[in-house]
């Protein structure tokens, strides 16, 4: 629709009729409440949320003495989380036809009060979703588990923009499975009864928690450990055929074995009774070397699609006979459309891609045509990159959204992985939790609003009074653009950090080969690592990311952790920068030049460690952190190890 103007509002709302005047609110609210309705003002809160919202309201002078009526009535035939709020002289009139519909609109008015004021224009809101799931995935499956405080604000934060599905993916040992846990000592997982406490946290915001535990690929966690090796495909490592001879390390459990569903069914008899969901994502995807190892000779017989549905049949199974519905994801089977007839009615389809140079417009309309119920997942870009991609970020949900539409996806699911120690801190990944959710809300009236998600971070999510966050996030996540890397799903800046000092020939022959090789596990064309780094250009623009985070002055309970948090993340980035100068011998003549390039690379790399594991400490659990650093302290070694030999020059 054609509007006048935007509302101060993110998503923006799918209709809204501006009746011309404006009206104030008062602190004295009266409530005309349809009889039908106080069932579900009473789930909502809606009486104290009004009031917290008008208490926390940026213009309290505007306000008026005379009495503001709100009424609420049920209407038949809204969407059943549509609602319509009309604002005029007679005071605010709220229409749902479910709760949750009820509960968005109080979202839209305590985002307006918060944001705008208390004077707002005479205006008519009708809004609606556009898809019926639209949710978030948060790996806590590599490394980083979070505190249970975190996730409440996280799911708070996700009710802020209408998300309505959780999913906290898992591979390694994340939940406390009784009879596993003496195989990892070293864990600090979820428990049964954290993950009861979160579900109905969840459900009280309308939001679905789903179980999620990958059950035959990203087993690699548990098939490094004794009691459990013998379960995967490839025990000793499943060997690749590169310019010379590797092994890579077992990551698929053998899907012949019947020792694997007797694993995954005495996981999910543990994992599934702490949720409500009628779901359950059995992940399913990248099983490396599925076929070619124990499961060979079956899969000589039947073909690798058939192998890799009948393992995943057996896991449905499993799933039905706790009375929940399957997700699993679509890489497998988009590449073996032989077996797609097979797909079950009560299966929905996970359809991933993180490029924004790929369309998920392909598997889409192949999905759609074979009567497949599927969900398209886009991602935040922030792994593997220290700051984010923005706007690989930006197209890659647009895309989804796009052409999920097109094509009658049922969700769209925004996901945010952990690989390579999960670096990132949780502000990195907020601007592609709030685009995926404006997108998947109200795809049309979202689409492209940078401006618009930018001040909603700025002004609602970190409250910050310097106006600078939003801009500031953005551009964070821009510096991959000065690399010019060929690298995909991350930064240049991120890999070098991750894989200790070398010279620029041996780096670029391991970022080679790292390309090559998955490109062979994952079907997919191999290309060469390239590499155009605007050295200059990047350090300008560090100094101007310095500049902008001493600006901000953020308005929320956890602000000196956040502040804290962005300023170790441009550390981190100022270290890769000296990396690679060192490695290129920028604006060095002589051994002296290096040596003071080491010095200075270790004083700031022990800087960035501490303050690393002192962050890390506060938001998530300990169990994670020293896999996470392992990187940080083998590239420390590597320094102390170099200085010695420079100071003999």
């Given at each position: ?481 000065l690399e010019n890397s060929s690298l995909d799903n991350g930064t240049y800046l991120s890999a070098l950090l991750t894989r200790r000092l ?148």
């Amino acid at each position: 629709m054609k509007q006048e103007q935007f509302m101060p509002l993110y998503p923006q709302p799918r209709l809204v009729k501006w009746l011309g005047g404006e009206k104030s609110w008062s602190a004295n609210v009266t409530y005309d409440i349809q009889e039908r309705a106080v069932p579900a003002v009473e789930q909502v809160r809606l009486n104290t949320r009004v009031e917290q919202a008008l208490a926390g309201s940026s213009q309290h002078g505007a306000s008026t003495d005379l009495p503001i009526h709100i009424g609420i009535s049920l209407r038949e035939g809204l969407h059943p989380e549509g609602y319509v709020l009309h604002w005029d002289d007679e005071g605010l009139r709220i229409e749902y036809s479910q709760p949750a519909g009820l509960h968005y609109a109080v979202v839209t008015i305590e985002q307006l009060l918060i944001r705008h004021g208390l004077t707002w224009s005479c205006c008519r809101i009708e809004d609606e979703p556009d898809f019926p799931v639209r949710g978030l995935m948060l790996d806590i499956g590599r490394s980083k588990i979070p505190k249970l405080s975190e996730l409440f604000q996280l799911i708070d934060q996700m009710s802020m923009v209408k998300l309505n599905h959780l999913q906290l993916y898992m591979e390694g040992y994340c939940f406390e499975y009784e009879q596993h846990k003496m195989a990892f000592p070293e864990s600090t997982p979820m428990t049964a009864e954290e993950f009861r406490r979160l579900d109905a946290y969840a459900a009280s915001r309308f939001i679905d928690l789903v179980p999620n535990q990958n059950c035959l690929g990203h087993m690699g966690d548990w098939l490094s450990k004794p009691a459990y090796r013998e379960l995967a495909e490839h025990p000793d490592g499943m060997p690749i055929d590169a310019p010379y001879p590797l092994t890579f390390p077992p990551t698929t459990l053998n899907p012949v074995d019947q020792r694997s569903l007797d694993l995954i069914r005495g996981m999910f008899d543990e994992l599934l009774p702490a949720f409500t969901s009628d779901w359950v994502n059995i992940n399913m995807d990248e099983p490396f070397g599925l076929g070619s190892g124990k499961s060979k000779e079956r899969c000589d017989a039947i073909g690798l699609g058939p192998l890799y549905m009948e393992y995943a049949e057996g896991v449905m199974d499993i799933v039905r006979s706790h009375g929940k519905k399957v997700m699993m994801w679509g890489d497998v089977l988009t590449r073996h459309p032989e077996v797609v007839g097979r797909i079950p009615d009560d299966v929905t389809i996970l359809d991933w891609n993180y490029d924004s140079s790929i369309s998920f417009a392909e598997h889409c309309s192949m999905l759609q045509k074979n009567g497949i119920s599927y969900y398209v997942c886009p991602g935040t870009s922030s792994w593997s990159s220290l700051s984010g991609r923005t706007d690989n970020m930006l197209n890659n949900i647009a895309d989804a959204a796009v052409q999920g539409r097109k094509y009658g996806a049922g969700g769209l699911i925004v996901t945010d992985w952990g690989d390579n120690g999960h670096w990132q801190v949780p502000a990195i990944s907020y601007p592609g939790y709030a685009y995926a959710a404006g997108l998947s809300w109200y795809t049309e009236g979202n689409l492209h609003l940078e401006d618009e998600l930018k001040n909603y971070l700025t002004e609602y999510v970190f409250k910050d009074a310097s106006g600078e966050i939003g801009h500031f996030l953005m551009e964070l996540g821009r510096y991959y653009h000065l690399e010019n890397s060929s690298l995909d799903n991350g930064t240049y800046l991120s890999a070098l950090l991750t894989r200790r000092l070398k010279s620029r020939e041996r780096l670029e022959k391991e970022l080679s080969l790292f390309l090559r090789i998955f490109a062979e596990l994952n079907g997919t064309t191999v290309s060469s690592f390239q590499l155009d780094f605007q050295y200059q250009d990047i350090l300008e623009w560090l100094e101007n990311r310095k500049e902008q985070l001493e600006k901000l002055d953020l308005q929320v309970p956890d602000a000196d952790v956040l502040t804290d948090e962005l300023r170790n993340t441009l550390r981190l980035i100022e270290q890769a920068v000296g990396i690679h100068r060192y490695m290129c011998r920028i604006d060095m003549t002589d051994a002296k030049d290096e040596l003071n390039c080491i010095i200075d690379l270790e004083s700031q790399l022990k800087l960035v460690i501490e303050e690393f594991n002192r962050l890390w400490r506060i938001r998530h659990r300990e169990g994670g952190l020293a896999t996470s650093t392992q990187a940080m302290y083998r590239l420390l070694d590597q320094y102390e190890g170099i200085r010695p030999l420079k100071n003999r020059f």
